[in-house]
């Protein structure tokens, strides 16, 4: 199986622009996190998705958002960038819902924001 | 609130050498622990988990992992270091109801040939 897809890799934005990442799932995966790691903060969870639906939210603010389609891609935006979200940012899927079951991560997408 | 610790930011070790990587987490329920690795411009790849049962863990590449709950450790050794183990090692925990893995602060591993 093909493993977890980011695109793009490289991100480059300025200060108050907008930005979409994607992320597609291995496939038959229905689960999908996303994490933040900075040299600063580490690394720090986002959100995840289970079927289309948002299950839980970590501590970012609103300009952080996402969305799972029916066929478990993902997407995440950050509006209105700001320079401390210069970041890689990883995309993780899973075939279950459980806290145990394994995620496994993508290459990330490293986004620099000037 | 969840938290795990990473004693050592840098290790370094001689090729052929024992690698020793620790892991203090801090849970008030009972946890999950996995150890995943960062290789330069790669996500993040599984090396092992306890979830229940058996604590000494084997996993890839040669790695083990042993849960003491006496300790609250987490701590992942291997006998014998090749260079190409020379990356960054991170542990993270969760708990039944929560899917979001808090990580540690990572170690990265330099072995010297």
């Known amino acids: 199986k093909a493993g977890v897809t980011q695109t793009p890799r490289y991100l480059i934005k300025t200060r108050g622009q907008q930005v979409t990442l994607s992320c597609s799932p291995i496939?038959?995966?229905?689960?999908v996190s996303w994490y933040q790691q900075t040299p600063g903060q580490g690394l720090q969870f986002l959100f995840e998705?289970?079927?289309?639906?948002?299950?839980n939210k970590g501590n970012f603010p609103g300009r952080f958002s996402g969305r799972q389609f029916s066929n478990s891609r993902s997407e995440m935006n950050v509006s209105t960038l700001e320079l401390g979200d210069s970041a890689l940012y990883l995309c993780?899927?899973?075939?279950?819902?459980?806290?145990?079951?394994?995620?496994?991560f993508g290459p990330g997408t490293r986004l620099t924001v000037l | 609130a969840q938290s795990v610790t990473q004693l050592g930011s840098h290790v370094s070790v001689s090729e052929g050498a024992l690698v020793l990587l620790r892991c203090n987490y801090s849970?008030?329920?009972?946890?999950?622990l996995f150890w995943y690795v960062q290789y330069p411009n790669q996500g993040l790849q599984l090396l092992l988990k306890?979830?229940?049962?058996?604590?000494l863990v084997k996993g890839i590449n040669g790695f083990e992992a042993e849960f003491k709950k006496s300790e609250t450790s987490f701590h992942l050794t291997k006998p014998s270091a090749h260079m190409s183990d020379a990356a960054e090692y991170f542990c993270?925990?969760?708990?039944?109801?929560?899917?979001?893995?808090?990580f540690g602060s990572g170690t990265r591993l330099q072995v010297q040939p």
């Open positions: 496939s038959g995966h229905r689960s």
């Open positions: 993270a925990v969760t708990y039944t109801g929560r899917r979001a893995l808090t």
């Open positions: 993780a899927s899973s075939d279950g819902a459980n806290p145990w079951d394994t995620q496994y």
């Open positions: 998705y289970f079927s289309e639906t948002q299950r």
């Open positions: 306890y979830t229940t049962g058996a604590t």
């Open positions: 849970s008030s329920v009972p946890p999950y």
